[in-house]
Protein backbone atom coordinates (compact mmCIF):
# COMPACT_ATOMS: atom_id res chain seq x y z
CA UNK A 1 0.00 0.00 0.00
CA UNK A 2 1.36 3.56 -1.18
CA UNK A 3 1.65 5.88 1.47
CA UNK A 4 1.22 9.47 0.58
CA UNK A 5 1.49 12.52 2.88
CA UNK A 6 -0.34 15.88 2.10
CA UNK A 7 1.61 18.96 2.66
CA UNK A 8 -0.32 22.45 2.50
CA UNK A 9 1.05 25.82 1.87
CA UNK A 10 0.88 28.92 -0.13
CA UNK A 11 3.71 30.37 -2.14
CA UNK A 12 6.27 28.29 -0.40
CA UNK A 13 5.16 25.26 -2.24
CA UNK A 14 4.25 27.49 -5.67
CA UNK A 15 7.52 25.98 -7.11
CA UNK A 16 6.72 22.51 -6.66
CA UNK A 17 3.12 22.85 -8.36
CA UNK A 18 4.92 24.47 -10.87
CA UNK A 19 7.15 21.61 -11.68
CA UNK A 20 4.37 19.15 -11.59
CA UNK A 21 1.09 21.07 -12.50
CA UNK A 22 2.75 23.81 -14.89
CA UNK A 23 4.38 20.97 -17.00
CA UNK A 24 1.20 19.61 -17.94
CA UNK A 25 -1.14 22.44 -17.83
CA UNK A 26 -0.25 26.01 -19.87
CA UNK A 27 -3.15 27.86 -18.06
CA UNK A 28 -1.20 27.60 -15.04
CA UNK A 29 -0.13 31.36 -14.98
CA UNK A 30 -3.75 31.66 -13.46
CA UNK A 31 -2.80 29.38 -10.47
CA UNK A 32 0.63 31.50 -9.96
CA UNK A 33 -1.10 34.80 -9.86
CA UNK A 34 -4.23 32.98 -7.27
CA UNK A 35 -1.83 31.80 -5.10
CA UNK A 36 0.84 35.28 -5.02
CA UNK A 37 -2.38 37.26 -4.65
CA UNK A 38 -3.14 34.69 -1.24
CA UNK A 39 -6.39 34.00 -2.94
CA UNK A 40 -5.55 29.97 -2.91
CA UNK A 41 -3.51 27.70 -1.55
CA UNK A 42 -0.73 24.44 -2.59
CA UNK A 43 -1.57 21.03 -1.67
CA UNK A 44 1.56 19.10 -2.52
CA UNK A 45 1.51 14.98 -2.55
CA UNK A 46 4.83 13.37 -0.83
CA UNK A 47 5.72 9.99 -1.50
CA UNK A 48 8.87 9.85 0.85
CA UNK A 49 10.83 12.85 0.22
CA UNK A 50 9.35 12.99 -3.60
CA UNK A 51 6.60 15.64 -4.49
CA UNK A 52 4.57 12.99 -6.80
CA UNK A 53 1.57 15.35 -6.99
CA UNK A 54 0.12 19.03 -6.26
CA UNK A 55 -3.14 20.64 -6.42
CA UNK A 56 -4.08 24.41 -6.50
CA UNK A 57 -7.52 24.93 -4.92
CA UNK A 58 -9.41 28.21 -3.37
CA UNK A 59 -12.62 28.69 -1.65
CA UNK A 60 -15.21 31.44 -1.83
CA UNK A 61 -18.19 32.43 0.46
CA UNK A 62 -20.87 32.71 -1.60
CA UNK A 63 -24.24 33.20 -0.19
CA UNK A 64 -26.50 30.58 0.26
CA UNK A 65 -23.15 28.18 0.54
CA UNK A 66 -19.39 27.71 0.96
CA UNK A 67 -17.63 26.97 -2.33
CA UNK A 68 -14.08 25.14 -3.02
CA UNK A 69 -12.45 25.18 -6.29
CA UNK A 70 -10.20 22.26 -7.43
CA UNK A 71 -8.35 24.67 -9.70
CA UNK A 72 -5.26 22.38 -11.16
CA UNK A 73 -4.67 19.16 -9.79
CA UNK A 74 -1.86 16.58 -11.63
CA UNK A 75 0.30 13.68 -10.96
CA UNK A 76 3.49 13.43 -11.80
CA UNK A 77 4.16 11.10 -14.85
CA UNK A 78 5.12 7.15 -13.54
CA UNK A 79 3.02 8.01 -10.19
CA UNK A 80 -0.87 7.87 -11.78
CA UNK A 81 -3.37 5.69 -11.35
CA UNK A 82 -2.20 5.49 -8.03
CA UNK A 83 -4.61 7.30 -5.86
CA UNK A 84 -2.63 10.16 -5.79
CA UNK A 85 -5.05 12.63 -7.41
CA UNK A 86 -7.80 11.14 -5.55
CA UNK A 87 -5.70 11.76 -2.40
CA UNK A 88 -5.23 15.60 -2.96
CA UNK A 89 -8.89 16.14 -4.17
CA UNK A 90 -10.27 14.05 -0.76
CA UNK A 91 -7.70 15.95 1.30
CA UNK A 92 -8.48 19.22 -0.15
CA UNK A 93 -12.40 18.77 0.77
CA UNK A 94 -11.31 17.90 3.81
CA UNK A 95 -9.66 21.36 4.52
CA UNK A 96 -12.06 23.15 2.46
CA UNK A 97 -15.21 21.67 4.66
CA UNK A 98 -17.40 23.56 1.75
CA UNK A 99 -20.91 22.91 1.20
CA UNK A 100 -20.28 22.80 -2.35
CA UNK A 101 -16.85 21.72 -4.52
CA UNK A 102 -16.52 22.73 -8.03
CA UNK A 103 -13.81 21.81 -11.01
CA UNK A 104 -13.75 22.15 -14.64
CA UNK A 105 -12.18 20.75 -17.29
CA UNK A 106 -12.07 19.65 -20.95
CA UNK A 107 -14.35 17.25 -22.32
CA UNK A 108 -12.08 14.87 -23.62
CA UNK A 109 -9.78 15.10 -20.58
CA UNK A 110 -10.44 11.74 -19.39
CA UNK A 111 -8.06 11.29 -16.40
CA UNK A 112 -10.02 14.12 -14.82
CA UNK A 113 -13.51 13.69 -15.95
CA UNK A 114 -13.00 10.07 -13.93
CA UNK A 115 -11.10 10.67 -11.28
CA UNK A 116 -13.98 13.82 -10.17
CA UNK A 117 -16.95 11.42 -11.35
CA UNK A 118 -15.38 8.57 -9.38
CA UNK A 119 -15.23 10.77 -6.28
CA UNK A 120 -19.12 12.03 -6.66
CA UNK A 121 -19.37 14.97 -8.62
CA UNK A 122 -21.49 15.09 -11.23
CA UNK A 123 -20.57 16.73 -15.14
CA UNK A 124 -22.29 19.37 -16.27
CA UNK A 125 -22.05 21.13 -19.52
CA UNK A 126 -21.54 24.64 -19.77
CA UNK A 127 -24.49 24.70 -21.88
CA UNK A 128 -26.62 22.71 -19.90
CA UNK A 129 -26.76 25.48 -16.78
CA UNK A 130 -28.73 28.62 -17.31
CA UNK A 131 -26.94 31.83 -18.85
CA UNK A 132 -26.57 33.78 -15.50
CA UNK A 133 -26.07 30.56 -13.38
CA UNK A 134 -23.01 29.56 -16.35
CA UNK A 135 -21.62 33.30 -16.36
CA UNK A 136 -21.75 33.22 -11.88
CA UNK A 137 -19.81 29.80 -11.95
CA UNK A 138 -17.66 30.45 -14.53
CA UNK A 139 -16.50 33.75 -12.70
CA UNK A 140 -15.97 31.61 -9.98
CA UNK A 141 -13.67 28.85 -11.80
CA UNK A 142 -12.01 31.07 -14.57
CA UNK A 143 -13.41 27.89 -16.43
CA UNK A 144 -13.58 29.74 -20.26
CA UNK A 145 -11.44 27.24 -21.42
CA UNK A 146 -12.99 24.20 -20.32
CA UNK A 147 -16.51 22.34 -21.90
CA UNK A 148 -17.35 20.72 -18.16
CA UNK A 149 -18.17 21.85 -14.82
CA UNK A 150 -18.13 18.69 -12.37
CA UNK A 151 -20.06 19.47 -9.10
CA UNK A 152 -20.60 17.89 -5.74
CA UNK A 153 -23.11 18.02 -5.07
CA UNK A 154 -24.73 19.32 -7.99
CA UNK A 155 -28.15 20.02 -6.86
CA UNK A 156 -26.69 23.41 -4.69
CA UNK A 157 -25.70 25.15 -7.95
CA UNK A 158 -29.71 26.52 -9.06
CA UNK A 159 -29.26 28.17 -5.48
CA UNK A 160 -26.41 30.41 -6.89
CA UNK A 161 -28.51 32.25 -9.81
CA UNK A 162 -29.57 34.45 -6.90
CA UNK A 163 -26.70 34.76 -4.40
CA UNK A 164 -24.69 37.09 -3.35
CA UNK A 165 -21.91 37.50 -6.10
CA UNK A 166 -19.58 40.00 -4.36
CA UNK A 167 -16.54 38.09 -3.56
CA UNK A 168 -17.09 35.86 -7.00
CA UNK A 169 -16.54 39.03 -8.67
CA UNK A 170 -13.82 40.65 -6.50
CA UNK A 171 -11.70 37.12 -7.18
CA UNK A 172 -12.95 37.37 -10.89
CA UNK A 173 -11.82 40.91 -11.79
CA UNK A 174 -8.11 40.20 -9.99
CA UNK A 175 -7.82 36.27 -10.63
CA UNK A 176 -9.37 35.88 -14.14
CA UNK A 177 -9.65 38.93 -15.98
CA UNK A 178 -6.78 40.53 -15.04
CA UNK A 179 -4.77 37.41 -15.64
CA UNK A 180 -6.08 37.34 -19.19
CA UNK A 181 -5.43 41.08 -20.07
CA UNK A 182 -1.88 40.57 -18.56
CA UNK A 183 -0.83 37.62 -20.71
CA UNK A 184 -1.86 39.70 -24.26
CA UNK A 185 -0.13 42.79 -22.72
CA UNK A 186 -3.24 44.61 -22.26
CA UNK A 187 -2.92 45.74 -18.42
Known amino acids: MLTVRIVVGGRDLLDV ?3 IIGRYMPGFRYAEAAVMDGWASVAVAMVGEEAVGAEVFYGLPARPYSMCVHYYVATAEGWRRRGI ?4 VAHV ?3 CGAQLYLATTRLDNEPAMRLFTSLGYDAVSWDELPRGLADVLLRATCGYDDDVLLAKPSKLLDALL ?4 AEIARFHRRECYAVWRATRGLA
Not at 85 to 88: F, N, P, T, V
Open 17 to 19: ARN
Open 85 to 88: ASAL
Open 93 to 95: EGI
Open 162 to 165: DADH
